[in-house]
């Protein structure tokens, strides 16, 4: 492939360019024959409904990389995508047309017939065929979304990887670096530029002569229209065509077929109304680790290749060793040094023109990572794949929702960006109020940019913790949504309607009603407030009800700072609640343990929320009182399964409604000989669980009665209530359980000794040491800033006197 000494002009026409999508070597190549052919028109492979906006490739604005995104305009979760990078051979010969002047079109298939080709099983076919064949450099070069299918099921396992049966003629087991020695890391340097598509197209022939369509039957089809057009544009101008394809159709396209046969290809085939427009991507996304059909391993690392021909092991090696900096690895530039020369010596030894990313690699594990794997991910993940988010115009066309997305997004200051991140938000701020709202929205839309964390430090509402990440797929999101209405906050609000009035439990109203207060929809609520009170009434189920109160007297917490009328909320969680008081003691009866546990549940979830939802309403302590006296019921009820009596004896205790004297006599009650061990052991499990360590340790009565009864389990009924009593127990803080260890192992009078008069754990004085607490007092009057208040006082006091 080295070439003749002097340029020659191809020796057939029309140019045939075969090259493999997103291959750095193949875009410089395509770029040096352009230059040499000077043609007339460039023929792309590529949809041709995206003729109308090839200019826009032109765009200042425009960065790759980029996508063509096509969608059915009924149904715009079907779609494809055509993925451009810098360094992808058609984004050279896009940009070449449009530098010259020149016609650009694109030739393939229309995506007209592509999104509408074949049905849900022919489609998942389609996508595993995909995975396995287009990534070998004679693919499409596209990657589909929503609902897809172009190839028919029972071909996809007969399928033809070039790269490797023509690595394997070449004695190679390695496709991928084969293919980078003998293209990508030539560096243009032959002297025929057109030689490099010459052996290729020799090459593909051979396959195809050997293989015929190699399992890629649809391609017939879109050859087939490719011929066509090929045809069309040479009346045009002639022999002065260049054509950039996959390297695979090359034969196809240089064979005469008749024009009849390629229409009859052609006839018949469905087709669906399209939209096609640029939308940004990722290099993450150009990865096939990302899904890709035809992605690549090493999208960053080829990027490199396309953007520094000169020293490209050099630079590469000094940006790592930015990165590792950057992460506060101790990394000099003698570290470059000897990564360079350990790097090149690699290349040499196993015989490749050029240190590639396998040898880059391992110089820098060796030299600069010091043999560990760790900093090596962060530089795969950072540099080798990227998260480097291509930008498209605003000219470029978009569905009215994009639109007003876009507007939103430059209007808070909130870009897009393809590396996760976090964002706090404090809401009593108009910028950190605008973005949670439009975070909210964009969820309840199905947008899922941004996903809520725990925030650090803060359990209040006035806060809020984004972990955001754009990824190309939510373009299609968006435009699914457009059916909602043009505007965020209009589709948003449709969108809570329809839900509303289309959900079929109470839980998802409750959800949904919490959703629309988040994302501030008060238009959407009324909506939402008449079909969950509609439901409320009629469902009668209590773990229905149970499961619903806790989101409801959430969302009653988000009128304070986001400003919002909740007194119908409060009213509906107010009924729920009293529903949820007679319903639960007889729900309770005749259940078996998961139900039992399930119950268990709801009681800590309703306890919490009855708790919240009286601070929140005038109720003057109603709801509480009512839930008490609940509380109570089931704590003495035989019928109630263990589990629930001892969580019930255990809130009553927490909330002082009951006197220790009084749990202890109840579990004295529940531990005795008549009690069946598997019960005993779930009332102890719902008395203890949760956090009832301290309770055991606290409480030298309530340890001893658990001591006792469990050294008197018969041996026959040890092996049944031991599960259930390791998971109560191994939830306990390593503090906890070993003080409890060691109070076990004291006879019971050494444990009465040890917790003193007081009933203290180890370590604790019978009364508290008043020296040693007002040792730390300065401390917290500095902590608390009272220090500072008491000296205002006195110098305001001290300008009264004077």
């Not at 544009?233 to 064979?255: F, M, N, Q, S």
């Not at 991507?281 to 150009?286: A, D, E, G, N, V």
């Not at 001892?646 to 579990?667: F, S």
Request: glycine residues 10%; proline residues 6%.
């Amino acid at each position: 492939m080295s070439g003749t000494e002097t340029e020659r002009a191809p020796g057939s026409a029309p140019l045939l360019l075969g090259v493999r999508h997103h291959g750095p070597g193949s875009a410089r190549a395509v770029r040096a024959a352009l230059d040499a052919a000077r043609p007339a028109t460039v023929l792309i492979e590529g949809p041709p409904e995206a003729d109308a906006i090839i200019p826009l490739a032109a765009d200042q604005d425009m960065r790759p990389p980029v996508a063509l995104l096509a969608h059915a305009v009924d149904e715009p979760g079907r779609s494809a995508f055509w993925p451009l990078a810098e360094f992808s051979p058609e984004w050279v010969a896009i940009r070449w047309a449009l530098e010259h002047g020149i016609p650009a079109r694109f030739i393939d298939l229309p995506a007209a017939h592509t999104l509408a080709w074949g049905t849900e099983e022919q489609e998942k076919s389609e996508a595993e065929g995909e995975a396995e064949g287009e990534g070998e450099g004679e693919g499409e070069g596209e990657e589909r979304g929503g609902t897809r299918g172009e190839k028919r099921g029972e071909e996809r396992d007969v399928r033809v990887d070039p790269l490797a049966a023509l690595a394997e003629a070449a004695g190679h087991d390695d496709p991928e670096r084969w293919w980078e020695d003998v293209v990508e890391h030539r560096g243009g340097r032959e002297r025929d530029v057109f030689a490099p598509f010459a052996a290729v197209e020799e090459a593909m022939g051979a396959l195809r002569e050997k293989y015929g369509d190699g399992g890629h039957t649809r391609d017939l089809v879109r050859e087939a229209y490719m011929r066509l057009q090929l045809r069309a544009a040479r009346k045009e101008a002639g022999d002065a065509v260049a054509v950039v394809c996959g390297a695979w159709h090359v034969p196809a396209l240089r064979r005469k077929a008749a024009v009849a046969a390629d229409r009859a290809l052609l006839k018949g085939l469905p087709r669906t109304k399209v939209d096609m427009t640029w939308v940004p991507w990722t290099h993450r996304r150009l990865s096939r680790a990302g899904g890709y059909g035809a992605g690549i391993d090493s999208p960053g690392w080829y990027g490199h290749l396309y953007d520094v021909p000169d020293r490209p092991v050099e630079r590469w090696l000094t940006k790592v060793a930015g990165l590792l900096r950057e992460e506060d690895r101790m990394v000099s530039s003698a570290h470059v040094i000897e990564a360079v020369r350990l790097a090149e010596t690699l290349a040499s030894m196993r015989g490749r023109p050029l240190a590639g990313l396998s040898e880059t690699t391992d110089a820098v594990r060796a030299v600069m990572c010091d043999g560990s794997d760790v900093p090596l991910a962060l530089v795969h993940d950072r540099l080798v794949v990227g998260d480097v988010l291509g930008e498209v115009p605003d000219t470029a066309p978009a569905v009215p929702l994009q639109r007003d997305l876009t507007r939103l997004q430059r209007a808070l200051r909130l870009k897009p960006e393809a590396l996760e991140r976090e964002l706090e938000l404090d809401l009593r701020g108009e910028t950190d109020a605008g973005r949670s709202r439009l975070l909210h929205r964009l969820r309840l839309l199905g947008i899922g940019w941004g996903e809520p964390a725990g925030s650090r430090g803060s359990t209040g509402t006035f806060r809020e913790t984004w972990r955001l990440r754009w990824e190309p797929e939510l373009s299609v999101r968006v435009a699914e949504a457009g059916v909602w209405g043009t505007t965020v906050t209009g589709a948003a609000t449709a969108k809570a309607e329809a839900d509303a009035v289309a959900a079929s439990a109470l839980t998802e109203v409750t959800a949904l009603a919490e959703h629309c207060l988040l994302a501030e929809l008060p238009d959407a609520l009324p909506v939402v407030m008449r079909v969950l009170a509609d439901r409320a009434a009629l469902d009668a189920d209590v773990g229905h009800l149970a499961q619903a109160l806790p989101a409801l007297v959430r969302s009653l917490r988000y009128g304070d700072v986001r400003g919002t009328d909740t007194r119908a909320l409060a009213e509906v969680a107010a009924g729920l609640a009293e529903r949820i008081f007679v319903g639960l003691p007889p729900a309770c009866v005749g259940l078996d343990r998961d139900a039992a546990e399930e119950i268990r549940r709801h009681v800590d979830e309703v306890h919490g929320a009855v708790a919240l939802l009286s601070e929140a309403s005038a109720t003057d302590g109603h709801l509480r009182t009512r839930w008490r006296s609940v509380l109570g019921v089931l704590s003495r009820r035989d019928t109630v399964p263990g589990a629930v009596r001892g969580r019930a004896v255990r809130l009553l205790l927490d909330e002082g409604e009951l006197e220790p004297n009084e749990a202890a006599r109840l579990m004295g009650l529940v531990l005795s000989a008549g009690t069946p061990p598997p019960d005993a052991a779930a009332w102890i499990d719902g008395f203890v669980g949760g956090g009832g360590g301290m309770l055991l340790v606290h409480d030298e009565r309530l340890l001893a009665l658990v001591d006792a009864w469990l050294t008197g389990v018969p041996a026959e009924a040890f092996t049944d209530v031991l599960p259930l009593l390791r998971r109560t127990f191994s939830a306990y803080e390593p503090g906890v359980r070993r003080t409890l260890g060691e109070l076990v192992r004291r006879t019971p009078g050494e444990r009465g000794n040890a917790l003193g008069k007081a009933g203290g754990p180890p370590g604790f004085g019978a009364e508290p040491d008043t020296g040693r607490a007002d040792a730390v007092v300065p401390l917290v009057r500095l902590l608390l800033g009272l220090d500072d208040v008491d000296d205002r006082v006195d110098d305001c006091l001290a300008g009264v006197g004077t």
